[in-house]
């Protein structure tokens, strides 16, 4: 299990087989740096075309087709002082006779106080004044290669994962993604130094970070859509428009989950799911949607041993 450091030299803005910027080997630590969505580094001079820049890829050794690689997310940091958020909800999750009675869109300023833990507005000035918020960063898009040579922009999500923009995906949680081809090519990018439910107005605080993720890998474990896990919950993510569609993949890889992991055939992982089960909204401003199917650890705590 070895450290790696990787200064990034150049970004990607769709999520494709592109030449792997690093090789490692699973149980590999590795830490890099991300720029933020529009393409600025941590000085805050643009590096890169925006559109949620990935670093990498990250080629993982011995991972195949069928495999499911692990992320865990070691550190999520910002690593600059300036981040900017968007000022205006997205007309789709208003009714539609409000939308014409809604301010144009411009670009809010905050202030990342990371020994703080705090970001605060600077501009436009609003009756909000000075409003202050604590820091939950989170990686906004991150995944693996697509199969069949796709390069699938950072500005959508699917089974690769991509930009789900869901703040769960914080320091101290673990992703899995289905490995769809070899070496997995993992990207990371898009970092939020907070963001709401939804990313309803189309942008978290958006930062430049410092990250630090350990890859790992299940041989023959085939999974379909994103899952993840921390502290409280185990999750499964659905990706895509409409939303009900998105419910249904997030949904149906929770029983599979439940049925693969814990041994819950037939009514059962459907009984629990029926009183436990708990979503929450990823993205639902971008192309494909993203919905989080979640269930307790303390509720499978209850389930007898095997099932």
């Not at 004044?129 to 959508?156: E, W």
């Not at 814990?262 to 401003?285: M, P, R, S, T």
Request: net charge negative; charged share 15%.
């Amino acid at each position: 299990m070895a450290l790696h450091r990787y200064a990034p030299t150049h970004y990607h803005t769709a999520i494709g087989s592109h030449a792997p910027v690093l090789r490692v080997a699973p149980g590999d630590t590795v830490e890099t740096t991300t720029v933020d969505s529009a393409g600025a580094d941590a000085s805050g001079r643009p590096v890169t075309a925006p559109g949620n820049p990935q670093t990498g890829p990250f080629y993982v050794e011995g991972a195949a087709p069928g495999d499911t690689l692990v992320v865990r997310l070691e550190r999520i940091v910002p690593n600059r002082v300036g981040g900017y958020s968007a000022s205006v909800v997205a007309p789709n999750v208003v009714e539609p006779e409000y939308v014409a009675e809604m301010p144009q869109r411009q670009r809010s300023e905050w202030t990342v106080d990371v020994r703080g833990g705090t970001a605060t507005l600077v501009e436009p000035a609003t009756a909000l004044g000075r409003l202050t918020l604590p820091l939950a960063p989170m990686i906004g898009c991150f995944g693996v290669a697509p199969d069949r040579g796709q390069a699938i922009s950072t500005a959508t999500s699917g089974p690769h994962g991509g930009n789900m923009d869901y703040r769960g995906f914080r320091a101290g949680a673990t992703a899995y993604f289905p490995v769809l081809v070899p070496g997995a090519l993992f990207h990371v990018g898009d970092g939020h130094a907070l963001q709401g439910d939804g990313e309803i107005v189309g942008t978290g605080i958006e930062i430049s970070m410092a990250v630090t993720f350990t890859l790992g890998l299940l041989k023959g474990r085939r999974i379909r859509w994103p899952r993840g896990e921390n502290a409280e919950y185990v999750f499964t993510v659905g990706n895509a428009r409409p939303l009900d569609q998105a419910v249904q993949h997030a949904t149906t890889e929770m029983i599979r989950l439940l049925q693969e992991d814990h041994g819950l055939e037939g009514y059962a992982a459907h009984i629990l799911l029926g009183q436990c089960v708990e979503y929450d909204l990823g993205n639902v401003f971008d192309p494909a949607y993203t919905m989080v199917c979640k269930v307790a650890k303390a509720a499978l705590l209850r389930v007898p041993r095997g099932g």
